[in-house]
């Protein structure tokens, strides 16, 4: 849908007052603004001290991944498990900031059994590059201001996008992402998007919004994304966390929901 750009303009200069604020000084800024404010805003976002999901991928009526993430934002750690085979979790426990997949900063068990050497390296890599993939996935529209993100306006099908790319961040940053956005909530309604190295493009629709209460406000979140092509689901269901169970940072147990 088409984005109200004016509108935006204007609410972009009244929330610049904010701290959460940044600073804005294009229309893409402005649209970008709008959007993570449809999403329930980066004051929210920011002053939440942690967020737990799942990140599951159905086709055709059958789930084919399921992984699960619990995000200390405050200290910068992460747990991720997923399903290795049909009867094995991995379960990693590593710190996000300055993430170095060459040398992480972490532990990481299979079944409760902790890995050694190069296998807990691959292991350490592979949660966070799963922990990345999906949490954009889930947070995309409070991601749209970060460092390092260029952002655009271009039209495409007879309305105004949001257009994403990437200055040397992220583990593919030659991707692209065209975000469409609700012409009266600024809400994320959907994406298109063309990887690095395809010349094909994707289109999902995001659908089933939920609403989360935070102690800074509501938070928004798209639960199910249908692609547009082939109808498959990949499924988000978050839980804010207002306090941190260290639990989560100190036993490997997984605590993966249950397999299909």
Same mark, same amino acid.
Request: charged share 25%; aromatic share 8%.
């Given at each position: 849908?088409?984005?109200?750009?004016? &509108?935006?303009?204007?609410?972009?200069?009244?929330?610049?007052? !904010?701290?959460? %604020?940044?600073?804005?000084?294009?229309?893409?800024? !402005?649209?970008?603004?709008?959007?993570?404010?449809?999403?329930?805003?980066?004051?929210?976002?920011?002053?939440?001290?942690?967020?737990a999901f799942e990140w599951a991928v159905v086709v055709d009526s059958t789930e084919r991944v399921r992984t699960r993430h619990v995000w200390d934002k405050q200290k910068g750690r992460v747990r991720s498990e997923w399903r290795i085979g049909a009867d094995s979790v991995a379960v990693a426990l590593y710190n996000l900031e300055g993430f170095d997949p060459e040398a992480p900063d972490g532990s990481v068990a299979i079944n409760g059994r902790l890995l050694r050497g190069a296998e807990a390296t691959e292991r350490l890599a592979e949660a966070n %590059? *799963? /922990?990345?993939?999906?949490?954009?996935?889930?947070?995309?529209?409070?991601?749209? &201001?970060?460092?390092?993100?260029?952002? !655009?306006?271009?039209? *495409?099908?007879? /309305?105004?996008?949001?257009?994403? !790319? /990437?200055d040397g961040v992220g583990l593919t940053p030659g991707d692209r992402y065209w975000i469409e956005v609700d012409d009266v909530t600024g809400s994320m309604t959907g994406w298109t998007y063309r990887l690095e190295g395809s010349d094909s493009e994707g289109g999902w629709d995001w659908v089933e919004p939920i609403e989360l209460d935070t102690p800074e406000g509501p938070l928004s979140f798209s639960r199910m994304k249908i692609n547009r092509q082939d109808g498959a689901a990949i499924l988000t269901d978050p839980t804010v966390l207002e306090t941190i169970d260290e639990t989560e940072f100190t036993d490997f147990a997984p605590r993966l929901g249950a397999a299909p």
């Open positions: 849908m088409r984005a109200a750009l004016p &509108l935006a303009l204007l609410l972009a200069l009244a929330a610049c007052e !904010s701290p959460d %604020a940044p600073r804005l000084e294009t229309p893409a800024d !402005s649209m970008a603004w709008r959007v993570a404010e449809g999403a329930g805003g980066l004051k929210a976002w920011n002053a939440l001290p942690g967020v %590059a *799963r /922990f990345v993939n999906d949490g954009y996935w889930m947070l995309a529209p409070l991601k749209v &201001l970060d460092p390092g993100v260029k952002r !655009s306006v271009e039209r *495409r099908d007879g /309305f105004d996008r949001l257009a994403l !790319s /990437f």
